[in-house]
């Protein structure tokens, strides 16, 4: 039997899954940030679990307006 759910405990994330979270960051940071380059990722195991550190180049941060 084939399964499609994600494994909750690994060491690793392999190159498509890291490109597929990059892609998703890398939207989110252009909603608030002018962003001059691609999104740097580094896992690092823990005692606890993971420290994830997200890393990107922005030549400013936007301004929001708030809702009325």
């Known amino acids: 039997m084939k399964s499609n759910a994600i494994l909750l405990d690994r060491d690793d994330m392999s190159d498509f899954e890291r490109g597929l979270f990059l892609k998703d960051i890398q939207r989110v940071n252009e909603e608030y940030f002018e962003c001059d380059g691609a999104p740097s990722l580094e896992v690092t195991r823990t005692d606890e679990g993971f420290l994830v550190c997200v890393i990107f180049p922005a030549r400013r941060i936007k301004?929001?307006?708030?809702p009325i």
Do not use: R, T
Request: charged content about 25%; cysteine-free.
């Open 63 to 66: 301004s929001l307006k708030h």
